[in-house]
């Protein structure tokens, strides 16, 4: 009974910050590459950021690595995106992402949704 829930998302003015978290339970968290993802109405879903097994590394998609900080919790269990200066393009439904180094098993969450709006 793998299981990715996320939280944190909301509604929030441009410019402003929000910190997305996805709790791991019932398997190895710290065995998994993590991902965050996102999916704007209507538009394909994107990768944001992929973080190794340790955090040492780290990669972002679109270019973003100036606005959003990827990062994990070992000892918690938890994956987290840090979204700094944030603009109405950001609005999606964000998803939590649990990937093996062989490419499965593959676990999801249900995603948190982000809205970004005056």
């Known amino acids: 009974q793998p299981l990715l829930v996320e939280s944190g998302g909301g509604l929030v003015h441009p410019g402003g910050s929000l910190r997305l978290s996805c709790e791991a339970s019932?398997?190895?968290?710290?065995?998994?590459?993590m991902r965050w993802y996102r999916q704007p109405q209507g538009k394909e879903r994107e990768l944001v950021a992929l973080i190794g097994k340790t955090g040492t590394y780290r990669h972002y998609g679109n270019s973003l690595s100036g606005r959003f900080t990827i990062s994990r919790d070992n000892t918690k269990n938890t994956l987290y995106l840090q979204m700094n200066t944030l603009e109405p393009d950001d609005t999606a439904v964000y998803y939590c992402?649990?990937?093996?180094?062989?490419?499965?098993?593959?676990?999801w969450g249900q995603g948190t949704q982000v809205t970004v709006s005056p």
């Open positions: 992402n649990a990937v093996g180094l062989q490419g499965l098993p593959e676990y």
């Open positions: 019932g398997f190895a968290f710290d065995r998994f590459i």
